[in-house]
């Protein structure tokens, strides 16, 4: 491999680790209907590149943050 695909690949797939990063956190805060529904969304943004746009479209907006007071 030369540096220049090496460079690519790793510029590709930083944004990817950190978005699945984010999103393990946004489900781990979120309180959803079920523990075995955060489990799934856990898995589901486990997926490799796919996963995030499923979390992304479907379930960012389920999950609910639990109130401060």
């Not at 030369?2 to 590709?12: E, L, P, R, S, V």
């Not at 959803?32 to 907006?61: D, M, N, Q, T």
Request: net charge positive; hydrophobic share 55%.
């Amino acid at each position: 491999m030369d540096i220049k695909t090496i460079g690519t690949f790793i510029a590709m797939t930083i944004p990817f680790f950190l978005l699945t990063l984010w999103m393990l956190v946004d489900i781990s805060v979120k309180q959803f209907k079920s523990a075995g529904e955060k489990a799934a969304w856990w898995l589901i943004a486990l997926i490799p590149f796919v996963g995030c746009f499923i979390y992304l479209i479907i379930g960012f907006r389920r999950g609910k943050k639990p109130v401060d007071g």
